[in-house]
Every structure is written in structure tokens, then in C-alpha cells.
């Protein structure tokens, strides 16, 4: 399938066409990895006519937190990032499942390494978006050489660009030798994260995931996560450092994220958890996520902003 491309893009403090919105190759931010990003989906909810974008202020105060971390000065609010969105969706009118993407940048062309004393820009497109792994229902898992990006050389709990270096190497090295994807360990050898998505396994009842101090992004949907497994599905979800083997010994074990959605774990290092293929807590959750995320759950609708509900109907 051909990649449907943005036609707008919010740019330099106004939309754009989208081939109009680029840099320089002396741009700071692709010389140096100097950014800051978010990843934010928006579901098509046939019934109601409706794109839903999952909670988006948390995604724009993440994304300001981020930039934060980077010393960036910007001047925008959550608030005022999602009225950029809102405007940007409805010029784009996707009727289908989109992908957002937010970045934050330096705007200058200069040799020179540094955060401070730069002009900072803010930029955003949308695109038509299915899934970001193929076997959502049953990835192979390897752990990875790599180690995670420390909190003393890069933040992973920013989504800084620049790390995302440290995220090719092991999404490459694991999809190479076979795998789906991998799973990375911290500078203490514990479990962090996949690379690009937050990890949880269930054993002998209980949930674990790391916390959000073992070198992970603090995902969005991770804390959605947390949520509807203690709230819906009555578990007992604990944080706290996962070792190693304890991974291979799990009953079940998924993926999360925003693009990743919730990606069952059926083998890591081809040792299979449970039967092999998706057990039944990582089913159940996965509907109930979908009926979240598409604005089905009437509970969780304030989870979901729709984005064409002042648009003007024609009357035919
Ligand atoms: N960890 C990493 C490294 C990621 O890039 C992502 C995707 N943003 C996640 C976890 C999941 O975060 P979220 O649920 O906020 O999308």
C-alpha cells in the first residue's frame, strides 16, 4: 500500500502546504538530534462519523515537558497545541485512522553544539496510519545487546530525537536476526522498555511493569493501561524493576504504545510464554482498549477529543 502523505502542515506559526514546511540541511536539529516529539493517534469511529484523538493534552504536555528537558522555550500551551491539531485535522478531513505528529526544533542553521541561545519552532502533520507491527497479535521478542539510553546521557522519559538513534539499533538489530522486536535492558540490567513501546508480563496473576524511573518513556498509554487493568479487568498491577529471566517465566506479556496500540509477546529468545500464542488478559485488554480509544466506552469518551463536531454540515 502506498503511504497517503500529509497535504498540510502546521509550520513557522502558520498551515502550510506540506511540501513547503521544510529546513535547511544545516539545521541544527538534523545535525544534532535537537528535538523533541510526540506520536498521537486519532481512531475513525464510523457509527458516530466521528475522528476521536486520544488524549491529546497529555500527549501535548508530554511533548512541553519533553522540549522542557532540552531547555527549549516555547510558547504554547496544551491547550493551545490542541487547537493548532483541531484546525490541522479539520483542513486535512481524514476519514480513517490517523497518525499526529508534533516535533519541536531547532529552527537554526549553525555550526555548533549546545540547547541554549537557539531560536526554537514548533511543527505538526497528520497522516492516514494502520498499524506499527504486523503480528499485533503474536510478536517474537529478543533482548537486545543494546542498553537503553541512561537518564545521565539522554532522558529516555523525554522523547528526544536524538534518542531515537539508541531505538534503530535495537529495533534493526532484533528485526535482522528475526525477531519482531526487542526488548531493552537499563544500565542496571533490568527490563526498560521495547524500542519504542512500554512492556508489561503477567505472572501467576499479578501485573508487572518497570517504573518510571528504569529508563523508560512514561507512556500514555502505559498509565491508560494501568488504569483499565485495575479498574475493568480487576488486576493487581505492580511497578517495580523486572529482572531479566523473570520475562522468559511469564504467563503473558504485551507491548504498549501509541503506535504499537497493544501488541501481544507470544516468545522471547524463542522461549514461548504461556500456550504460545495471545493468552486471554492480553485479549480481553486489547478489545477493551479499542472500544476506549474509538470513543465506545461511555466511562472513558473524556478521553477522547472529536475533532469534527463544529464543522458545519451541508444540508443536501
Ligand atoms: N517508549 C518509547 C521509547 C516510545 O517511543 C513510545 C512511543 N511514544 C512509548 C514507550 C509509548 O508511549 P506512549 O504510550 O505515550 O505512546
Not at 519533553?66 to 500551551?77: E, G, M, N, P, V
Not at 493548532?84 to 516535533?103: D, F
Request: glycine share 8%; aromatic share 12%; hydrophobic share 40%.
Amino acid at each position: 500500500m502506498v503511504q497517503e502523505l500529509p497535504k498540510y502542515a502546521y509550520f513557522e506559526g502558520e498551515f502550510v502546504p506540506f511540501e513547503k514546511a521544510t529546513v535547511s540541511v544545516m539545521n541544527h536539529t538534523l545535525n544534532y538530534g535537537t528535538g523533541a516529539f510526540a506520536g498521537i493517534r486519532g481512531y475513525w469511529n464510523d457509527e458516530e462519523d466521528q475522528l476521536f484523538v486520544f488524549r491529546p493534552l497529555d500527549h501535548f504536555k508530554r511533548f512541553l515537558n519533553s522540549a522542557r528537558l532540552l531547555s527549549f522555550d516555547l510558547d504554547y500551551t496544551p491547550q493551545d497545541l490542541w487547537q493548532v491539531l483541531l484546525e490541522l485535522l479539520r483542513m486535512e478531513g481524514w476519514k480513517a485512522n490517523t497518525y499526529i505528529r508534533p516535533l519541536a526544533y531547532v529552527k537554526n542553521s549553525l555550526i555548533g553544539v549546545r540547547l541554549h541561545n537557539l531560536d526554537y519552532g514548533v511543527t505538526m502533520f497528520s497522516l492516514p496510519f494502520g498499524s506499527y507491527v504486523d503480528n499485533e497479535e503474536g510478536c517474537t521478542v529478543t533482548i537486545s545487546s543494546w542498553r537503553r539510553v541512561d537518564d545521565n546521557s539522554i532522558p529516555a522519559r523525554g522523547k528526544i530525537t536524538g534518542s531515537y538513534v539508541n531505538s534503530a539499533f535495537i529495533k534493526s538489530d532484533a528485526q535482522r536476526a528475526g525477531f519482531t522486536e526487542a526488548l531493552v535492558l537499563n544500565k542496571d540490567g533490568h527490563i526498560a522498555e521495547g524500542s519504542a513501546e512500554n512492556f508489561f508480563m503477567l505472572r501467576d496473576g499479578v501485573v508487572y511493569t518497570p517504573p518510571v524511573n528504569a529508563d523508560i518513556l512514561e507512556g500514555i498509554t502505559r498509565r491508560t493501561i494501568i488504569q483499565l487493568l485495575r479498574d475493568d479487568l480487576g488486576y493487581e498491577v505492580v511497578e517495580r524493576n523486572i529482572d531479566r529471566s523473570e520475562v522468559y517465566l511469564a504467563d503473558e506479556a504485551f507491548f504498549c504504545g501509541t503506535g504499537v496500540q497493544i501488541a501481544a509477546i507470544t516468545s522471547i529468545d524463542h522461549r514461548l510464554l504461556g500456550t504460545g500464542s495471545m493468552g486471554s488478559m492480553v485479549s480481553e485488554l486489547r478489545d477493551l482498549y479499542f472500544n476506549v480509544v474509538t470513543g465506545r466506552i461511555p466511562k472513558y469518551r473524556s478521553w477522547t477529543e472529536p475533532v469534527y463536531e463544529d464543522v458545519p454540515t451541508t444540508v443536501s
